[in-house]
């Protein structure tokens, strides 16, 4: 069984930046792609980055180009979202996501949250204007 599990949220004010980290468990970490979702008071669920198994691919939401960056340390089982420059309609729930990925889609972006099999309970990050 593996388990993800966020930290790193909180209250901040705009301009300020943010490091999320998420640390997973119970299975390999280095053959996941990995993603971060977020979910705003009365919104769905969406898509703000990812990086592959490889770590040698990643993609961002338009809404985080130039501001938010993923990264992953397969040494410490860890994958983070360092979030610069947030704004207020960045408050959300942050979600992480693993997905088990075969070595021969090692380079490959998962960007729908159907496609991820495990998922911790989220972290809040509040900006304040």
């Known amino acids: 069984q593996v388990h993800v599990v966020e930290s790193g949220g909180g209250l901040v004010q705009a301009g300020a930046s943010l490091r999320l980290s998420c640390a997973a468990s119970?299975?390999?970490?280095?053959?996941?792609?990995l993603g971060w979702f977020r979910q705003a008071p009365g919104k769905e669920r969406e898509f703000v980055a990812t990086?592959?198994?490889?770590?040698?691919?990643?993609a961002c939401a338009d809404s985080g180009k130039g501001r938010f960056t993923i990264a992953r340390d397969n040494a410490k089982n860890t994958v983070y979202l360092q979030l610069n420059s947030l704004k207020p309609e960045d408050t959300a729930v942050y979600y992480c996501?693993?997905?088990?990925?075969?070595?021969?889609?090692?380079?490959?972006?998962?960007?729908?949250?159907?496609?991820?099999?495990?998922w911790g309970q989220g972290t809040q990050v509040t900006v304040s204007s």
């Open positions: 996501a693993a997905r088990n990925t075969g070595i021969y889609r090692g380079g490959y972006l998962y960007m729908d949250a159907a496609e991820y099999g495990y």
């Open positions: 990086i592959s198994r490889s770590g040698g691919n990643t």
């Open positions: 119970g299975g390999t970490f280095s053959n996941y792609a």
